[in-house]
């Protein structure tokens, strides 16, 4: 075949093409590449979620501890502009209609009511005008594992914590009667009897429910000061705090 300018075209024999087996090659290849990204996305976003439950969990559980620890520092402070008053710090009796600290209170958690003199109670209640008074806070579960508390200022509650699968309460006792406020002994509600409370331990256990985590049936038993609580871990985020807070307002003559 000649061209304009009388030189020669050459045309190949074949068109240059895949074969059968390399295009079903190319399409595995594809398919492992796309299956192990398809795997780290998914593996990325269940690392996010844990961190993220992880996160929020210590997040909410220390803020609940701070809240109750702060409570307890005010406890049995006594101010001048309120009357004279039956003031025990520690509540271990009914004031009102608010329950005295107890025992396993609800099923396995214990009960913590405290006292002191201030303007608001846990809830932000306050009187009107907003004066000085006798302020009572308690501090328990229900039975959505909804850790509460309400003051005697007020009519309802508050939830400061959700998912907690345990709340325990000890109380350290000053036995000797020497001006020191040393706490020898931790104890329940019920065997506080007429010692003073110089400090007061806190534990709380949040099992949140975590399905992407995982894992299997296993038991786990945690040991909250007196307290034992065992645990199916699958699917399940588990955080436990503690807590030891010095009474600092107190009578001296008891201790």
Excluded at 87 to 92: A, D, R
Excluded at 116 to 129: S, Y
Excluded at 235 to 245: A, D, E, I, N, Y
Aim: aromatic share 6%; glycine share 10%.
């Amino acid at each position: 075949m000649r061209g304009h300018g009388g030189g020669t075209m050459k045309t190949p024999k074949h068109m240059a093409g895949f074969s059968l087996v390399e295009l079903m090659v190319a399409m595995v290849l594809g398919l492992l590449i796309t299956a192990a990204a398809v795997s780290l996305f998914s593996t990325n976003q269940r690392t996010f979620a844990l961190q993220q439950a992880m996160s929020e969990a210590q997040e909410q559980g220390q803020l609940a501890m701070r809240f109750i620890s702060q409570d307890l520092q005010l406890t049995g402070y006594v101010s001048d502009l309120v009357g004279s008053v039956d003031y025990p710090g520690v509540n271990l009796e009914a004031v009102g209609d608010i329950p005295g600290s107890a025992d396993s209170a609800n099923g396995s958690n214990d009960r913590l009511t405290i006292s002191h003199h201030g303007r608001a109670d846990c809830t932000g209640t306050t009187l009107t005008p907003a004066v000085m008074t006798e302020v009572v806070n308690s501090y328990w579960v229900d039975d959505d594992g909804n850790l509460k508390c309400r003051g005697n200022l007020s009519t309802d509650s508050v939830i400061l914590l959700k998912d907690v699968r345990s709340f325990q309460v000890l109380y350290g006792i000053d036995q000797t009667e020497d001006r020191v406020a040393f706490a020898s002994r931790y104890v329940k509600a019920s065997d506080v009897g007429v010692n003073p409370v110089v400090a007061v331990k806190i534990a709380l256990l949040l099992e949140k429910p975590l399905p992407s985590l995982g894992g299997g049936d296993e038991e786990r038993t945690f040991y909250l000061l007196d307290h034992q609580e065992a645990v199916n871990e699958g699917g399940k985020l588990l955080r436990q705090f503690l807590s030891t807070v010095a009474i600092r307002n107190y009578r001296w003559g008891e201790v």
